[in-house]
């Protein structure tokens, strides 16, 4: 006998399978989760229908996105700090332990980054006007500049890969990543508060 769980899931697994009659519309998630139909008839790949298309969204659109930074000269990381700096207001200073939390990197990370943004003359290290034993990483001018212009060239980059969309379904699409992002993050940070207790 199923109960009512199985019957959800159940129905939800045929509802949202992909069919075998018109596949005009199929991509490639679809074929793979129709390969797996046939291999484990009995396994609900819903998962794949949502997550396996965000995998490969970001590798179709990752390598334009790194290739619009390094017509600036930065990779990716770079980008993040000078963008961390630029975003946080004017003078654009931040200490490293701000910059590391926003960027969620390790202090040993972010120093070798600063360490080539400094070399080419993006951001300088200043003592702290308030405590002379510490350091701000500073964005220069000449940093700034190509913050805004490296980001305003990938916004636009960016903007191309959403053209099959309307605006109401890019309005939509966002707020279902957002609740799921944040369901996600919450649920880790539950786990974390357990383990530590």
């Known amino acids: ?23 005009s519309g199929d991509d490639h998630v679809d074929r793979l989760r129709r390969q797996w139909a046939v291999e484990l008839p009995d396994l609900d790949t819903e998962p794949m229908a949502i997550l396996g298309r965000a995998f490969r969204l970001s590798n179709l659109v990752r390598p ?17 700090v000078i963008a961390t700096l630029r975003r946080s207001g004017a003078p654009y200073r931040l200490t490293p332990t701000e910059m590391y939390s926003a960027l969620m990197i390790s202090s040993g990370g972010l120093t070798h980054r600063l360490d080539r943004l400094e070399k080419a003359g993006l951001i300088r290290r200043e003592k702290s006007p308030r405590d002379g034993r510490s350091v701000l990483v500073a964005l220069s001018e000449a940093g700034a500049a190509l913050a805004e212009k490296a980001f305003r060239t990938d916004m636009a980059s960016e903007a191309s890969f959403l053209q099959a969309l309307d605006g109401n379904e890019r309005e939509a699409l966002a707020a279902l990543l957002r609740k799921l992002i944040a369901g996600i993050e919450n649920e880790q940070a539950r786990g974390e508060d357990e383990n530590a207790s």
């Open 1 to 23: 006998m199923m109960n009512g769980t199985e019957g959800d899931r159940d129905r939800r697994g045929d509802r949202d399978r992909p069919r075998d009659g018109d596949r």
């Open 64 to 80: 334009s996105i790194e290739a619009t930074f390094a017509d600036f000269g930065l990779d990716r990381g770079e980008f993040d």
